[in-house]
C-alpha cells in the first residue's frame, strides 16, 4: 500500500486566495483526521470522519475552514478564504477500527499565506 | 492550561545515552497512550502505545504511564544518531477517536 497520499505537498498563495488540500487515505480504513501542525500549537486535530461522516469538527477553527469526504478515499480540506495565520503543515491521517491506535499520517501539506 | 504539557526541548544527548522523555496531563478520563516519532518534514509514526497505567517494552523503548501521577514516560536507551527527530506523546479516552497530542519533544542523538 502507498499509504496516506497528501496532495499538494506545498502550496503557496496569496491572502484570500481558496486553498484545496486533498487526501487519500490507506484503502479499508474507516477513519480518517485531518491536523494542522505549527511551531506554536503543535499538533492539532481540525476533524474526523467515521465511514465518510464528519463526527467531530469542534477544532476547525471557523468558518472558513471546511472538509469534506464524498467518498471513502478521498477528502479535501478547504480554507476560503485564506489568510497569513493560517499558513501551517497540514496532516491527513488514517486508521481502522481494529488498529484505532494507529494512526498512519500522510506526508503534510506545507501551506504559507503571503 | 493545555491538556497534555511536553517540555519542547531541544534535547541533545551523546550516543549511547539513555534518553527519557515526559508529558503530564490534566484529562484523567484518558486511557490510552501513545508516542510518535515525527522526523523531520515527515509526519508522525507510531511508535508505542499503552494502554492504562504500567510499562510497555520493545526493543530498546519502554513507555511508562502512572495515572495516579497523570504523567508518561519513554525511554531510550543505548540511544543512537538515528534516533534523532521530535516525539511527540498522545493520548485519548476510551471510546472515542480524537487524539490529542503534545507539541513534541525534539531530540538530537550526537555521535
Known amino acids: 500500500d502507498a499509504g496516506v497520499i497528501q496532495s499538494p505537498r506545498h502550496e503557496v498563495t496569496e491572502m484570500g486566495q481558496e486553498v484545496t488540500l486533498r487526501c487519500k487515505p490507506i484503502?479499508?480504513?474507516?477513519?480518517l483526521f485531518w491536523y494542522r501542525q505549527t511551531m506554536m500549537r503543535g499538533l492539532e486535530l481540525l476533524i474526523y470522519?467515521?465511514?465518510?461522516?464528519?463526527?467531530?469538527d469542534s477544532g476547525m477553527p471557523e468558518d472558513r475552514f471546511s472538509a469534506k469526504m464524498p467518498n471513502a478515499s478521498f477528502s479535501t480540506l478547504k480554507i476560503q478564504p485564506s489568510e497569513p495565520r493560517d499558513s501551517a503543515v497540514y496532516f491527513c491521517?488514517?486508521?481502522?477500527?481494529?488498529?484505532?491506535?494507529?494512526?498512519?499520517f500522510g506526508p503534510g501539506t506545507r501551506l504559507l499565506v503571503l | 492550561q493545555k491538556e497534555v504539557e511536553q517540555d519542547p526541548g531541544p534535547l541533545s544527548v551523546p550516543e549511547g545515552a539513555i534518553v527519557s522523555l515526559n508529558c503530564t496531563y490534566s484529562?484523567?478520563?484518558?486511557?490510552?497512550f501513545m508516542w510518535y516519532r515525527q522526523y523531520s518534514r515527515k509526519g508522525p509514526e507510531l511508535l508505542m502505545y499503552?494502554?492504562?497505567?504500567g510499562n510497555k517494552e520493545d526493543g530498546r523503548f519502554t513507555a511508562q504511564v502512572d495515572k495516579s501521577s497523570k504523567y508518561i514516560s519513554l525511554f531510550i536507551r543505548d540511544s543512537q544518531p538515528s534516533d534523532s527527530a521530535t516525539y511527540l506523546c498522545?493520548?485519548?479516552?476510551?471510546?472515542?477517536?480524537?487524539?490529542?497530542f503534545g507539541t513534541g519533544t525534539k531530540l538530537q542523538v550526537i555521535p
Open positions: 484529562n484523567s478520563a484518558f486511557q490510552y
Open positions: 498522545a493520548m485519548r479516552s476510551g471510546g472515542y477517536q480524537k487524539v490529542t
Open positions: 470522519f467515521n465511514n465518510n461522516v464528519p463526527i467531530d
Open positions: 499503552t494502554y492504562s497505567s
Open positions: 484503502s479499508g480504513h474507516d477513519y
Open positions: 491521517a488514517s486508521s481502522d477500527r481494529d488498529t484505532q491506535e494507529t494512526q498512519y
